[in-house]
């Protein structure tokens, strides 16, 4: 007998020491955000940028790919649009252990790829050996999968456990939300060379066809084992989705205005600000123009100086380039003041009650000239260029499209009279990428 109450008190300690999910699962309601009159069926063209240089998520890593990737595959969990709380995907259920460390995933039973077989515990460990290989190029997802240890399968293989290194906010994301691919197609590939080729998936789409620096199509699949959820009803309605690719945005707003394309998004505000003048079709009510607001955090734009390289590794000559930038008329002259400059990273944390105590970088040219003498800079007296050691202060501004350059004509021309030096190099979008993902820039914009 004492036997037995012993076991019976470990059993019961061992299923109070995890804390099983989803609490209160969506997937049997109907998404109310879903019109339940949308009609399947038609195809959708968007844009989404340039010819990529490679559709896997895991090696380009750009919104493009993501989009892409996601609509073909699936992660262990997914997120409610409405709570923002974690939901059931190739996982059923999951556990957290009372430490936090642990995160035990179940696989769905019915869970399949596209060609019928069963989506299992190997797929999710056999993805993430693949991601966290140092001989693959798979750099910014290695970051939250590192927090991880190798994940092991449990309950009889029908379950896969992550055990994190240190507790941390987002180790939950990280082991329920990577896409998870099919070991049994890709194990004996190079996966540094699939960029294209994705016969078997196990989301909504499959790879229909490309056509480089054309487009991509994607076709619904009819035969995706989440077809019945109800939540899920109303949604990837179309049976196809084309992208098209261009290399200058311009070029596809052309496209957009010739009917090309169905959606076109609008990051250019002096583009916002004079759709209806330029268009009588946004005057007629046959495009129509809708700014979208939600909750999320606000994000920003801005230069962005390369911390590793001389002269940026001075925190007074990157102050003196923050004093270099004009950015009240920068904002009302060719933006429409339909921006608003920012103080800090984290603008959300602030409101009128709570104001941010951060002063505003002004326009102060000769506040720059002062931090830059500081810094050890002297004009050169025949050249009018500042130097230091024998070397000239300039640098070359990276671009990546060609609009963003008359922003960049005042800013070298306050240079100029500060006796800073700044030469424009423009690259596409792909060049950019490479050059980011190796540090090899000097300046340039970028968003965050």
């Excluded at 409405?82 to 995933?105: G, P, V």
């Excluded at 890709?186 to 909504?204: H, T």
């Excluded at 306050?414 to 979008?429: C, E, F, I, S, Y």
């Amino acid at each position: 007998m004492p036997i037995f109450i012993t076991a019976m008190v470990f059993f019961s300690l061992q299923l109070c020491a995890q804390e099983f999910f989803p609490k209160q699962t969506a997937i049997t309601r109907p998404d109310p955000i879903a019109s339940p009159y949308a009609l399947p069926g038609g195809t959708i063209c968007e844009y989404l940028g340039p010819s990529p240089k490679s559709l896997n998520y895991y090696l380009d890593n750009n919104t493009m790919s993501a989009q892409i990737f996601g609509s073909m595959y699936e992660s262990l969990l997914d997120m409610n649009p409405q709570t923002l709380e974690y939901d059931r995907a190739l996982a059923e259920k999951w556990s957290i252990s009372a430490d936090k460390r642990e995160f035990t995933f179940w696989i769905d039973p019915k869970a399949r790829w596209s060609d019928g077989r069963p989506v299992s515990v190997a797929d999710v460990i056999w993805t993430y050996q693949v991601v966290i290989d140092p001989a693959n190029m798979t750099g910014p997802h290695k970051l939250s999968l590192e927090r991880l240890q190798p994940p092991v399968s449990v309950d009889g293989g029908r379950a896969v456990r992550f055990t994190a290194k240190e507790v941390h906010w987002q180790n939950l994301g990280a082991a329920g939300g990577f896409p998870i691919l099919p070991r049994h197609v890709y194990e004996k590939m190079d996966f540094n060379k699939l960029n294209f080729d994705f016969p078997v998936v196990s989301g909504p789409f499959r790879f229909q066809e490309l056509k480089e620096g054309l487009y991509l199509l994607l076709a619904r699949r009819r035969d995706w084992w989440r077809n019945d959820w109800p939540m899920l009803q109303g949604m990837y309605n179309f049976d196809f989705n084309r992208y098209l690719f261009f290399n200058d945005r311009e070029n596809a707003f052309e496209a957009f205005k010739k009917g090309e394309i169905d959606m076109f998004p609008v990051y250019t505000a002096s583009q916002w600000y004079k759709l209806e003048e330029k268009l009588s079709a946004v005057r007629n009510n046959w495009i129509v123009k809708q700014a979208i607001y939600n909750h999320k955090p606000v994000g920003f734009q801005g230069f962005a100086m390369n911390m590793r390289r001389a002269p940026f590794d001075d925190v007074r000559v990157r102050k003196a380039m923050a004093h270099l930038i004009n950015r009240p008329m920068l904002n009302h002259t060719m933006m429409y003041d339909q921006y608003f400059l920012h103080r800090s990273y984290w603008e959300d944390l602030y409101d009128q009650q709570h104001p941010c105590p951060n002063e505003m970088v002004d326009f102060n040219p000769g506040k720059a000239r002062a931090l830059l003498a500081e810094a050890g800079w002297k004009a050169n007296p025949q050249t009018g260029i500042l130097e230091k050691n024998g070397r000239q202060l300039s640098f070359v501004f990276l671009s990546r499209d060609s609009s963003s350059d008359k922003f960049l004509a005042p800013f070298t021309e306050a240079l100029k009279d500060a006796g800073v030096k700044m030469t424009v190099q423009n690259k596409d979008w792909s060049a950019w990428a490479k050059d980011m993902d190796e540090f090899n820039f000097y300046m340039t914009w970028a968003a965050w």
